[in-house]
């Protein structure tokens, strides 16, 4: 009962503090190391190979395989390879234990919205919308982005349902319009007959059909037909090919466009452990855009490579949908000339051509010709799930030059069987640039102070492990302050220096940062922490809790800690998704997990509430959580009726359900009544799990649904 006292007192004060106070892939010189996947004829992976059985040319030369292992995706030894990839660990130094996770999936879905029609990316907002629903889990790590960036912010890895859903709100199509015509004509020149007519891959006939449509539409060339046809038809030959060279100009830069963004995404999931799916979602477009336009053929190996350094095996879908190649389609609002009909037999095969490059030179394979895809997402998600890992080590000083290598592997007399696997990659140092004798050099950067490096810290979109911190976010609805948002943090005192004799105090910079789903700033705090250190068979994680009011939105909070004495930094990046109770409708706070009564020595003993941060529990322990329910309806005699269930997920699935129980609000705060409960977790196998507390409202007949993931270890 004391628990539950402190807990609504908790929520009743809830005392705001000033801000002011409170790869399994990796390529190097030393060292080249890729993920191949070997399958059979039925498309299953072809498990007990061994090392000797592989065969691996570089440039058309044979190379030693130097290491090989079977990994199964999201194991702990797809995370050990990933933090030290074939490289010997340095032992003069003891490292510090990384902040534990349980490995997932990491899946990015990157929707080419610049070669999307408005029925594709219906489509693909389907297909994205039942993988969340159905094929999603709490260990996964989700991101969708797009070739124009029209997601912003929200273009990040997260395994926050919420966030995701609101990414998918953003996305509209923004096709662009690469057709010409000629002067004075309707006949539109696309980008696959504009390449045609460039590079002189068709006969004449095309190029009369268009110079004819141009001559049509001359009101001079009705007057006065017999002088003017000649100068005509070559002024109206020039347009034609003009106008093919712009759509291939800006066709080309659209394709750069569209290859930089997909390159600089899987850049960004370098530093992630293992394999990572990359589904590439577009209407297609040509390969190569002719001799005039930029050279996009060169910007297809920086994707590849960029696949490679980063472990992403890249799955490309054709979002068109099943499309007839062989015939014009009647709707089309092109004259239905027979010289053009018959050039655009092979367009729909052009358009494809740069898809099936991308999948099979980065390991993956093309879906296309099917109006449904989200069962084949499924499918390469299985497939995927096991592979082999090889590495071999340049033997040749000239192989450490920059170029890009390209690489093959094949399995020893089994012609049958397929082996995916990335094409190549750039490798070897940068030239150095030579500044000229009239430039002034460029300016010294400045030295790192503890505050600057925190501030990059908190700019990373990627967590920093230096010292291990987690961040745990809940939200409450208090009378004092409205929607607070408690942001807990654990730090870990293994990474914390307590000098030489491990009895010196420590000194802990934190400071975090509050950003709206746009990435503005919407709060902040800082604090320096003064720690005793931990006594003898005490715990020596260290907590902070800071509590920041907020309006309804989904924000991401980041925060940042600095050991003085070590120099070392961490940082941790949490969602949470904030509703708004203005529009009455049942709604749950966020789970509050693990709750201990702990003493505040700097409040002289006042007990205070320290939830879970870690979420991290003991097989053979019992979970505790509270919940509050906000809105709830009442009944002629004004009392509401709810009840609750509680379910333990595993992967989607429930293992651990408890009956239906009736919440007590007798003598409660009737805008927030509380509801816990304590579930055993003994009956379940260490991993990963989702609790899911489902409130229904008796009076008006609906139910509202929260979830916390947890681990038991």
Known sequence: MKFVLILLSLVAICPLANAQETEVVRTNVE???????????????????????????????????????????????????????????????????????????????????????????????????????????????????????????????????????????????????????????????????????????????????????????????????????????????????????????????????????????????????????????????????????????????????????????????????????????????????????????????????ALNAIASETGGRALRSTNFFDKWVGDVLDETSNYYVVAWRPEKEEEKLPKFRNVKFAVAGHPELTVRAPRGYFVGPAEPATAKASEKPAPAKAPKTPESEIRDALSDFYPIGGLPTMLSLTYLNTPANGLVVTSSIEISGAGVSYGDDGKQPATIKLAGVVLNDKGKIAGSFKNQLNIDPPKSGGSDAIFYNHHTPLTPGIYQVRVAARDDRSGRVGSAIQWIAIPDLTKSKLTLSSVLLGGQVLEDKSKEGTPHVQLSVDHSFPRMSQLGYWVFVYNAKRDAAGNPQLTVQTQVLRDGQPVLSSPQRRVNSAGQDAERIPFGEELALKTLTPGKYDLKVIVTDGVAGTSATQLADFVVR
């Not at 530093?271 to 910007?299: Q, T």
């Open 31 to 353: 060292l080249v190391q890729t993920a191949i996947t070997v399958l059979d004829k039925n498309g299953k992976f072809v498990e007990g190979l061994q090392r000797e059985q592989f065969e691996l040319i570089v440039d058309g030369k044979p190379r030693p395989i130097s290491f090989f292992e079977r990994i199964a995706a999201g194991s702990a030894r797809e995370r050990e390879l990933a933090m030290t990839p074939g490289v010997p660990a340095d032992t003069t130094t003891k490292p510090v234990a990384p902040v534990a996770r349980v490995p997932g999936r990491t899946i990015l879905f990157f929707l080419d919205d610049l070669h999307l029609s408005p029925d594709s990316m219906v489509r693909t907002k389907m297909m994205l919308q039942r993988f969340l629903e159905r094929e999603m889990s709490s260990k996964d790590n989700i991101a969708i982005a797009t070739s124009s960036g029209q997601v912003g912010f929200l273009e990040q890895f997260t395994n926050n349902r919420a966030v995701l859903d609101e990414a998918m709100t953003r996305l509209i199509p923004r096709p662009y319009n690469t057709e010409g015509y000629s002067a004075g004509g309707t006949a539109k020149i696309t980008e696959y007959m504009a390449f045609q007519l460039n590079t002189g891959k068709s006969d004449t006939k095309l190029l009369n059909a268009y110079i004819e449509e141009c001559m049509k539409g001359s009101n001079m060339f009705r007057v006065a037909k017999a002088l003017t046809a000649p100068l005509l038809r070559q002024a109206c030959e020039t347009e034609v090919k003009n106008s093919s060279r712009a759509i291939l100009i800006q066709a080309g830069q659209v394709t750069q466009n569209t290859y930089n963004s997909l390159a600089s995404v899987m850049r960004s999931l370098m530093r992630a452990p293992g394999r990572k799916l990359a589904f590439f979602i577009s209407d297609g477009f040509l390969l190569d855009a002719g001799p005039n336009a930029p050279n996009v053929r060169d910007k297809l190996e920086y994707v590849i490579d960029a696949a490679q350094r980063a472990g992403v095996v890249v799955y490309t879908i054709h979002a068109e949908g099943l499309v007839n190649s062989t015939f014009q389609d009647p709707a089309s609002k092109r004259p239905m000339d027979e010289r053009v009909v018959l050039a655009s037999v092979g367009e729909l095969a052009a358009h494809q051509d």
